[in-house]
């Protein structure tokens, strides 16, 4: 056989072989997703609503004269501090296990459950998003992409934000944020060309 034909039939099972390994990680890419999309949108979930959300301290109650301010801070650190009682009867940190919790627990733990499982994924990521540009300090002119990889770089991997039970659901989440997020910075862009004056945080 000439060398040319040769070259084709090496080239078409390089080809082949290209897509079976593509198709493989796809496949390991799908198994991998349903089996930690809802653990990871349960820890999103607690990043933004958990014990953690929670910023006040018992020192902000004395630092304030207001009674109503006060009882509001009161309301919040007895959250954090029943939620983490709750928390430290789920099963492998985010599967809820009510037979060992006393009446006001289970309480508690129906209603987050509840408030979870009904709870918009695009609405969590959002908010989860802003959580960590605010923690990292990522400015609001810096672009979406680029936020995102410094996130990414934080955490150590792009799991933090893969909640989604399907790839096409999670791309599609990823390109409505995006969207919304290089919409508000060119809006963010245009106000601080008009203010030169203002500072940093001068527009949301």
């Not at 459950?113 to 400015?139: A, C, G, P, Q, S």
């Amino acid at each position: 056989m000439a060398i040319t034909g040769l070259d084709r039939r090496a080239s078409k099972l390089e080809d082949s072989m290209a897509q079976l390994r593509q198709q493989k990680e796809t496949e390991e890419r799908k198994a991998w997703r349903e089996s930690n999309s809802e653990r990871l949108m349960w820890e999103m979930f607690l990043r933004v609503h958990g014990p953690e959300s929670v910023e006040v301290t018992e020192e902000d109650i004395e630092k304030t004269n207001d009674p109503e301010s006060k009882e509001e801070i009161k309301a919040e650190l007895a959250y954090k501090k029943l939620f983490q009682k709750v928390l430290a009867h789920y099963k492998e940190g985010w599967i809820v296990d009510y037979e060992n919790m006393d009446e006001t627990e289970k309480a508690l733990a129906w209603i987050v459950e509840e408030f979870h499982v009904y709870e918009d994924r695009e609405d969590l990521f959002e908010m989860d998003y802003e959580r960590w540009t605010d923690k990292l300090n990522i400015k609001p002119d810096v672009p979406f992409v680029e936020a995102i990889r410094a996130i990414d770089n934080h955490v150590g991997s792009s799991d933090w934000r893969e909640i989604c039970y399907l790839q096409e659901h999670q791309d599609a989440m990823m390109e409505n944020l995006f969207e919304e997020e290089e919409d508000r910075r060119a809006r963010y862009l245009r106000y601080k060309a008009q203010h030169p004056e203002e500072s940093e945080d001068g527009e949301d």
